[in-house]
């Protein structure tokens, strides 16, 4: 029986990279986000709120982020698992920190999940577009 295990973390370095991405992007939209990066425990590594971000982003991208790397799942997927089943949209929307809509990815790199990344700000399709420009940036997969 192991009594321990190994896991891999985003690096800082790595972090800082997926926040500009998903910066430039939201540039490119002409949207103000704020972005977060946590690591596998869901701590925040990095974040950046642009020029102009309302202050409630700062909040929801990290939310997002956690949501993601606590579940496992695009946080615009989750909604979809809960929506129709009275039990989980009556407990997990609850939680704290729990957000069920779009801008939330895990992070993975050869197939392990090493953080989460969020974005808010705009609606949540261009929250999802500013996330994914983050992932590409480190060639982690962009689940849509």
Not at 18 to 39: C, H, L, P, T
């Amino acid at each position: 029986m192991a009594v321990s295990f190994d896991r891999k973390s985003i690096t800082q370095e790595t972090a800082q990279k997926m926040i500009y991405a998903a910066i430039q992007k939201a540039r490119e939209m002409g949207v103000s986000v704020g972005v977060a990066v946590v690591d596998t425990d869901g701590v925040l590594k990095a974040f950046a709120r642009m020029d102009g971000a309302i202050l409630l982003s700062v909040r929801l991208a990290q939310q997002k982020a956690w949501t993601a790397v606590s579940s496992n799942v695009p946080t615009h997927r989750l909604w979809e698992f809960i929506k129709d089943d009275p039990t989980l949209l009556a407990s997990l929307p609850h939680q704290k920190d729990m957000v069920a809509a779009g801008g939330g990815y895990p992070i993975v790199v050869d197939g392990r999940m090493i953080g989460g990344i969020g974005a808010s700000g705009a609606h949540y399709t261009r929250d999802q577009l500013c996330a994914q420009a983050g992932l590409a940036a480190i060639g982690a997969p962009q689940e849509s």
